[in-house]
């Protein structure tokens, strides 16, 4: 368990449609990840929200955003869904305040795009 | 960017025998090394990882070794069992500051262990 917590578990779109993703930690802590797990691949950075602000970006268009609360769930945005955005989609978040490296990830969100 | 090459990408190996992953990766800067193994249907799950002021690290079954010159890494299994069977990934972190968080993958291994 590793008290990350991710909504949707699956979800099914349509090209063009519009996605959110969302996430919760228990740790707390102010730092959060997000990363595209493409089927048979290893997961990729898409971007990393510090304070409620974003703090680097992987290779990703702009249609994908993010929010981070003051309470530091997340949200991760995609607009103008194409097939190849079908993925897992993770969060995950140091596993405590020490910053020591260590990332835990959640369970994720699994999309499909039609 | 940093790039991380993972081998193989498939591995099958009987219960008892040991395993082992290779790693390489391309940015100097980098010093933080997490495996994680994902079993189906899951997230990833933080196994063992090393940071580069040690050369090798060992929990029970599972070790990790760290050459810094030649930029490689890599997870030794031993005694493997059959709930060892899952994907696993390496991946490379300069894992402090602005940059927690932002780890560079490699592409996977199956690992199978068969009874």
């Known amino acids: 368990e590793t008290g990350v917590t991710q909504s949707p578990t699956h979800l099914i779109k349509t090209r063009g449609q519009q996605v959110t993703l969302r996430c919760s930690s228990q740790?707390?802590?102010?730092?959060v990840s997000w990363y595209q797990q493409a089927l048979g691949q290893g997961p990729q950075f898409i971007f990393q929200y510090y304070r409620e602000e974003e703090n680097g970006r992987g290779n990703f268009p702009p249609r994908f955003s993010g929010l981070q609360f003051p309470n530091y769930s997340s949200e991760l945005n995609v607009n103008a869904l194409e097939l190849d955005d079908s993925a897992l989609y993770l969060c995950?978040?140091?596993?405590?305040?020490?910053?020591?490296?260590?990332?835990?990830f959640g369970e994720g969100s699994r999309l499909t795009v039609l | 960017g940093e790039n991380v090459e993972q081998h193989p990408s498939t591995l099958s190996v009987q219960e008892g025998d040991s395993a082992v992953i290779k790693c390489t990766y391309s940015?100097?800067?980098?010093?933080?090394f997490p495996w994680y193994k994902q079993e189906l249907g899951k997230g990833p799950q933080l196994i063992i990882d090393?940071?580069?002021?040690?050369g090798e690290k060992k929990d029970q079954r599972i070790a990790v070794t760290l050459n810094k010159t030649a930029k490689h890494f890599s997870l030794h299994i031993t005694e493997t069992q059959p709930e060892d069977s899952a994907v696993y990934f390496c991946a490379a972190s300069i894992g402090r500051g602005s940059t927690l968080g932002r780890l560079y993958f490699g592409r996977g291994t199956q690992l199978t262990v068969w009874p």
């Open positions: 940015d100097s800067a980098s010093n933080y």
């Open positions: 740790s707390g802590h102010n730092t």
């Open positions: 090393i940071r580069s002021n040690v």
């Open positions: 995950a978040t140091p596993s405590d305040l020490r910053d020591t490296g260590e990332l835990f």
